[in-house]
């Protein structure tokens, strides 16, 4: 980690960011407010322009072929410096897999509004009945000629109100193991038959939604790979994932927010900084973030070696998640009585804070409310320990 | 003390939960929620001819003569069913101040219109907004003149008139003032459980002499802060049961990998510490209410502890609520994400854990008192 | 709790020990030293000539008919007066099991021996392969004539080398449910063919033995009850001592112990008493003391109320089990280095604390290496979580 | 900086191991345990042989110029086998003070004299007696003239000298002190994890100048303390490897209720939060080892957060390896008991949880230092 080229290489992206992300957009993140779409297409194209958000792909597909390291340091610096999130759904689910098992029209067809970001994708997973437990999916796409026609109901699709795309895991069969009769299916979100529903959230937001699909014809060229082997490809995915999963970035972002809130509040006359409880707590939410930090680092060596990708998923995932609960449970203990009040207003970009509240709660409330849903997606943290049970303890 | 047997206090229970259970249903609920007030004008004339408002004031004024157990068992219904009306404000500190505090002409207006459902009072104390500027009052010939800044005025907006506690040559004073007075001006929120919040701003606000509590001074102001830290403690012991029961069923139906969520282990315990949890938080709950309904020695001891045990079941239990519950824990439109933001509120109102434990660690170590045994 | 009948027996109790209780035997108690069986016989004389010892039995055989609060509050006091542990063996186990079920005979053999504790009594449940799984044991009891002839092994033996007489769960038969074919036997532990062999626990003490059954004759009017009825004996045992199992006069000692050890503790100049996070660990101890009472009295008053005992042996376990280990865990905090000097020779009564080390030190470690087992005996507070699972959840 | 590759780090832990899992069996080991020393004499003869003694002396004086990345090699060794020898006060403390702080001249005596296994040292700093008296020194003619106490001297029975640190005129200054000089009088016990140690009292003790340390002042203490708060972090891990290792294998034998401890769910999950944090414990540790090795501008923090993570690591690890172990785990006679005490002990040694993250914590609030990412 203290290697001089990688230090560049992380010099070089903060001072990218600083120079280049937009302030208002910075300004929108720190302050936990709502981006429009286009806050995140014009971020994504600043960086498309620099040839970094599409890195890690090969440079055969436009990437530059970054090491899992130079990834973790893209991410982590872009976080910290405030930028958007990075919406993963075209540049590292749907792309990846496009170019590694799709066929060379998909290819050509897709790639380039993924890098451009001129194509919005979302991810079409989860279902009422499969959140934790994906094998168990319905979504029924059966073929017709050309076509294959898909019905049933996909859930906790995130930004699916603004995909112009979404990959969709499909039941194209019920012979054998669940697992088996998945395919991996390209759906235009235009096609007749698919409605999206807003869910809000217990933070009052709308990132979430339904997606039904009723008779949704889609032509076979759009699937990916070879029928029934749509699992294969999403684990795949998991595993192209595994080294972001620990959040690192996002987390450093947060503590230095909930110590600056610790010196903006004053209790008795002192700011919290001064208490020694908030003083050994901000300590201890230091100590995992370094100590998680280790961990990646260590995992990121041993990846830069070339060791196969191993159960890092799992592990990552459950320190990741629950570090960021440790922070933004902090921060709204910080905020206390401060805190209960809860303007949505507030998240409302150039919204100036009245009376009531403290400038930047609404923002840390919806952090706080939003991330507990970080120990439930993608596998709920119970699930990733009976994998690790399973796996790497033999249990 | 109390007018009320443990039988009266049953009965009480039972037509709150069944009122809880069949009128304030989701629905319902969800409409006041939306509602510009934020709590239902209709329900409050309802608890109003049931005579729960009038539950803890005395007989004298229009009320039933119950006391702290009595505003207790209003309270748990309260938590168990997400009530959205001004029952702590108005009920325990407005009418708590007012009856322990106030003029027999503030108590024969006030108390009654509080019993019939005719007024809705407030108390504005806590300086929730940062670097506001203190209350303070000035005697002005027979008058007072308030000025100053109170955050987190509870119903500030509904009222018909807000407590405001002040400084006045260096003593806590308490003042009804009418929300329309002028200099007063209100900013309105939503707090994080979806109440009607105030900040409220006071420009040279003129008060009448007859608008000072003559009793209404520091000591009274704790009493009621412990007698609300009570009710709150209460009101999340309520709203546990409901999170607690909604989870065990969401265990006991929800379905995944072939069985059922709950015949595995870990669920299992956890479900186990959370029902451990919020037996411990109501026992200690109903310890302390005892002891200071009697103002026994050790009610100040209890309670802290009261409010600190409550404080750490609603943390746990509010959190694994919605982690069990997966995904659905995270949608507006199920309730259980309600009961996770109401027990925050609960758990930070009136002192949170830290602040509780301190009191209690200094006591402790000062000497263990024999009074708590 | 208030009631004032209750308030004077608990002045009773507590005026009693100041004056009977020997002062060298409760100050060892209180040091947390070893403690000789004459010891615990002189005390448990000296309740038996109040009438105490047995209070909670019915007036028939000698006892005072105390409701189970009383019995609590007896329990309470003599705890939080620095009395020994009330050796439960005779007194709370065989004596109620031999009344309730015993013959005749058994009943004028045994209770006089235990009400004046001059019979030492051993519980012979647990085996090598049956510890929080009860109805596995092995060992047999093989009809010969007039005799059991008993075999096998038991094991976490509490003060079996003080003991006159074992009461001992035995396999008389491998026939249907496990449970099914256990006998309840006494066994006197001068019989050929016992031995006892020490047990040295992490804390370095001899509390706990294997007893070795190498065909031990034991007379059939030794069986008591029915053949095979064991198991419900050994239940109505657990249901008996259910509201002791949160030993609240125990925590109430050791808190007592840890804030007289924070005052004499000092850090830079300070007494632990006066460090901010010492005393919110403090007042979190005590909240959850003073909120295991609530609940104790809460069961307390349903029993008093004639309710029927049910679950609570499990919850009172894993609340107060786990709140000891807090109080001794803080104890031990508090040492810090000052704790790492385990000097077992200060264990022994009339020890001189030299130079190094801390004064009562050494007990407090004990005591934190014994309370370990808190969470393990009795059936593991796993096990006790299972139970509550499945039998007052439905999970 | 060191004279290894890491592929000699390899090498080296590979024949720890070796040993460790050889040599120092359990039986060993107890009969060490139960001899007066306490520790292994034979054993501490061959780790001189093995040139274990000299990994961190300078090849100028017999040993092979390694650092602290070897010494940490050597006490997670230390770790998993539980070694009872006096590694830590010899090789870490008192080898680190001569060497950076010593004369040429004690150099030349001591260093080689440790790494041939001829000499055994110690040091006394801190405190652990109550109200004891600080030892002063005091000029006397060329000699100084040492009083006080000092409490918790690892192996002070054993030592060929005490390295003393004592206050000469309000500064720290350090003096080796033969525990045979006149005036000298040491009380013998043991450490929680059976390790002898002893509190030293000094009367008038006179040493000769040539026996104080020309660098040991206090910033040379402080860097020695850093030191060996990481080389305990690292033997925390290699405890915490062999707990861990103990534990899941119990789990995968131990049956109970007709099926292994290991196939139900809550054990599983603690288990996997176990290896998650002797994991994690093992990250930060290296980290920072590998930052102090060169001396790097974020040193201090992540020694702290190693210290610690590895604290809290080694809490959950000894309580749960004895909980899931159950009545086995309790005895004596069983080896994982032993780890938990050992894991008490380190978990404390050089500063616990509670005093690293004060400091980290004060760290942060000052701002957060970009050295550290």
């Known amino acids: ?395 | 003390m109390s007018a009320f047997t443990q039988e009266d206090r049953n009965m009480l229970a039972d037509s709150l939960n069944r009122f809880v259970e069949e009128a304030y249903d989701g629905e319902r609920r969800f409409a006041i929620l939306k509602s510009d007030d934020g709590f239902g004008r209709q329900e409050w004339a309802t608890y109003a001819e049931l005579g729960w408002l009038g539950i803890a004031i005395d007989e004298r004024h229009g009320g039933s003569g119950g006391g702290l157990a009595e505003l207790a068992v209003l309270m748990r219904a309260a938590g168990r069913g997400l009530l959205m009306e001004p029952l702590l404000p108005t009920l325990i500190l407005a009418a708590g101040a007012i009856s322990q505090g106030g003029s027999a002409e503030q108590k024969a207006l006030w108390l009654p219109a509080i019993a019939e459902g005719r007024a809705i009072l407030t108390l504005a104390q806590d300086d929730a907004a940062q670097d506001a500027a203190p209350v303070t009052a000035t005697k002005a010939g027979d008058d007072y003149i308030l000025s100053g800044q109170r955050g987190f005025v509870l119903y500030g907006a509904a009222a018909d008139r807000i407590i405001v506690k002040a400084d006045l040559a260096g003593n806590t004073a308490l003042f009804l003032v009418p929300p329309t007075a002028h200099g007063v001006s209100l900013a309105h929120a939503r707090s994080i459980d979806d109440r009607p919040v105030a900040d409220l701003v006071l420009d040279n606000v003129r008060v009448a002499a007859g608008d000072c509590l003559p009793g209404g001074d520091a000591r009274l102001l704790e009493s009621l802060n412990q007698t609300a830290a009570l009710a709150v403690c209460a009101e999340a012991v309520g709203a546990m049961e409901i999170a607690n029961r909604l989870t065990l069923d969401y265990l006991k139906t929800r379905t995944q990998f072939g069985t059922t969520i709950g015949s595995f282990q870990v669920p299992q315990h956890r479900m186990v510490d959370m029902t451990l949890a919020a037996q411990e938080a109501a026992a200690i709950t109903w310890a302390a209410i005892g002891a200071a309904s009697v103002q026994a020695p050790d009610a100040d001891l209890l309670t802290a502890a009261a409010k600190a045990r409550s404080a750490a079941a609603a943390r746990l239990i509010g959190e694994q609520a919605i982690q069990l519950h997966g995904g659905i824990g995270m949608t507006e439109e199920y309730v259980i994400g309600h009961y996770y933001r109401r027990l925050m509120l609960l758990e930070t109102l009136f002192g949170g854990a830290g602040w509780h434990l301190d009191r209690l660690g200094g006591w402790t170590a000062a000497g263990m008192a024999e009074g708590s045994v």
């Open chain 1, 1 to 395: 980690m203290r290697d001089p080229a990688i230090q560049a290489f992380r010099a070089d992206v903060k001072q990218f960011c600083e120079k280049n992300l937009p302030r208002d957009i910075r300004d929108k993140v720190l302050a936990g407010q709502h981006l429009a779409k286009s806050d995140y297409v014009r971020w994504q194209k600043i960086l498309f322009d620099k040839g970094w958000i599409v890195g890690h792909w090969p440079r055969a597909y436009g990437g530059q072929d970054w090491t899992p390291l130079q990834r973790a340091i893209f991410d982590d610096e872009t976080s910290k410096a405030g930028a958007p999130w990075l919406t993963p759904f075209g540049v590292c689910y749907a792309g990846p897999v496009i170019y590694t098992f799709g066929s060379a029209q998909q290819k050509e067809r897709y790639l380039p509004g993924i890098r451009s970001t001129d194509t919005w994708w979302c991810q079409g997973y989860s279902e009422p009945g499969a959140g934790s437990d994906l094998a168990n999916i319905k979504t029924r796409a059966v073929r017709d000629g050309d076509q294959y026609v898909v019905s049933g109901q996909k859930t906790w699709t995130t930004m699916a109100q603004w995909a112009d795309m979404m990959f969709a895991l499909v039941r194209t069969s019920n012979d054998g193991k669940p697992q088996n009769g998945i395919s991996f299916l390209l759906i235009d979100m235009n096609s007749p038959g698919v409605t999206v529903r807003p869910i809000i959230s217990i933070d009052k937001c709308h990132h979430l939604n339904e997606v039904f699909l009723d008779d949704v014809r889609v032509p076979v060229e759009n699937l990916v790979g070879v029928e029934g082997r749509g699992w294969t490809y999403a684990k795949f995915l998991l595993n192209n994932e595994r080294l972001l999963g620990a959040e690192v970035g996002k987390s450093t972002r947060l503590l230095h927010q909930l110590r600056q809130t610790m010196a903006d509040i004053r209790e008795g006359g002192r700011p919290l900084t001064d208490d020694p409880h908030w003083r050994r707590r901000l300590g201890e939410l230091r100590a995992r973030l370094l100590a998680l930090e280790a961990v990646c680092n260590e995992y990121l060596a041993a990846a830069e070696a070339g060791s196969t990708p191993g159960l890092e998923v799992s592990a990552l995932k459950i320190m990741g998640s629950e570090l960021i609960q440790g922070i933004t449970g902090a921060m709204v203990d910080a905020l206390a009585i401060k805190g209960l009040v809860y303007q949505t207003e507030g998240l409302e970009p150039g919204w100036q804070a009245p009376l009531v509240g403290v400038p930047g709660a609404p923002g840390m409330i919806r952090e706080h409310l939003h991330d507990r849903a970080t120990t439930i997606y993608g596998g709920a943290n119970e699930i990733q320990r009976n994998i690790l049970a399973k796996a790497v303890l033999g249990l």
